[in-house]
């Protein structure tokens, strides 16, 4: 397989991520931050409403965001390596890839605050600096991190779960209630409470990396191994490896995500009636999603037609610009300081706002790199973090 092609499915593999992410957070983008993604949905919710509830929480959510993450490591895997070989020391390398994360870093923190409360950006750029060390390192000693973090990340789980478990649906109004106004303000108020509104809810954010991080950084890893060990740089050579991901993922991961699917509309259906055991897999969910996603990257490994390649690899070449631009249309079409289409939407419309958006990101990305060797806001980055670098890898 061409070294082009090898990278065309890496690149197809952000492309899938950035539009499955797109599907959850355009739930986020309309009801805030609430713990109730999917809102207080009718008792008599068309059908179509709840089907669309339902597969988004099972295929989607928790699924795309590791991917994303995976394909972080892979490429921090890929980029040290070049410069590395540009510049001749590992020195040099981390400088310049700390200079690539403190950009990175300082764009999340714009986009939270004042675009989009749910950045992700800001937290990869964390995840970025704690591993940045392990740039060159020896195999043992990267899976030697691994499996502490796995470690870490089993305990930070029952840390959090613990407390779910005395929860009673009863005494969850007042949230409900929280999760109503906070809609209401995103997709009706004006630009004054909707900016202290994302303030809030980014703030919180930030706080919840705390608990995200240490589950960043072992997805981080995991790309950078499969990256120094060949699996998604010489996919065919491990065929084996990728079947048998393929069959655990989704052997085991579908049945446990369609649960989840369940338990995520009955909770929007009836809120009040939810139970420990809901809100206990809830918890649980950012084991169940990765599961499942890792089916969704050995698909793709396996995939021997180059179709979907061609359509999503521009895409995943463009992810930060796509990203940021999801962002943008969000608050621009979906809440009140633009055109409030959030607050009349129903379920089903909101799943159709997501595949106009797609098709056009679709779009602009073969246009715009057919027209230019990156994206626009690839090539801000890029610019930034080689400024002062007389020579370029």
């Known amino acids: 397989m061409a070294p082009a092609a090898r990278l065309e499915r890496i690149d197809t593999l952000r492309g899938i991520a950035v539009f499955g992410i797109l599907l959850v957070n355009v739930w986020a983008m309309v009801h805030g931050a609430s713990s109730y993604r999917y809102g207080v949905q009718a008792a008599a919710a068309p059908l179509f409403d709840q089907l669309v509830i339902l597969l988004t929480a099972a295929f989607a959510e928790a699924k795309f965001y590791p991917i994303f993450s995976f394909l972080f490591g892979a490429g921090f895997a890929l980029q040290t390596r070049s410069l590395w070989r540009a510049l001749g020391d590992w020195a040099g390398a981390k400088a310049l890839y700390r200079r690539r994360l403190g950009w990175l870093l300082g764009c999340g923190l714009a986009h939270g605050f004042l675009v989009w409360f749910g950045d992700i950006l800001a937290a990869y750029a964390v995840t970025g600096f704690l591993v940045l060390g392990l740039a060159g390192s020896r195999l043992r000693t990267v899976r030697t991190c691994l499996r502490w973090l796995l470690v870490g990340n089993l305990g930070l789980l029952f840390i959090v779960l613990l ?141 021997r037609r180059a179709g979907l390649a061609r359509w999503l690899a521009p895409v995943g070449r463009m992810a930060l610009s796509n990203y940021l631009m999801q962002s943008v249309l969000g608050v621009a079409l979906l809440q009140g300081v633009g055109l409030g289409l959030g607050a009349r939407l129903p379920y089903a419309g909101l799943f159709m706002y997501c595949l106009c958006v797609m098709a056009l990101q679709a779009g602009w990305s073969h246009w715009w790199l057919a027209r230019h060797a990156q994206g626009p806001v690839e090539a801000l980055w890029r610019r930034h973090t080689m400024a002062g670098i007389g020579r370029r890898p």
């Open 163 to 303: 407390p779910t478990l005395g929860l009673d649906g009863a005494d969850l109004r007042a949230e409900i209630n929280l999760a109503l106004a906070d809609m209401a303000t995103y997709t009706t108020g004006g630009w004054p409470e909707a900016f202290a509104l994302r303030a809030r809810d980014y703030a919180v954010s930030l706080f919840g990396m705390l608990f995200i991080v240490p589950e960043l950084a072992l997805l981080f890893l995991l790309g950078v191994m499969a990256v120094r060990l060949g699996y998604l740089t010489r996919p065919a050579r491990h065929r084996a490896f990728w079947r048998k991901v393929q069959r655990i993922g989704l052997g085991v991961g579908l049945p446990v995500n369609l649960l989840w699917g369940f338990v995520a509309l009955g909770d929007a259906r009836a809120p009040q009636a939810a139970g420990a055991a809901g809100w206990a897999m809830a918890v649980a969910l950012p084991w169940f999603g990765p599961l499942l996603a890792a089916g969704y990257v050995a698909t793709v490994m396996l995939a």
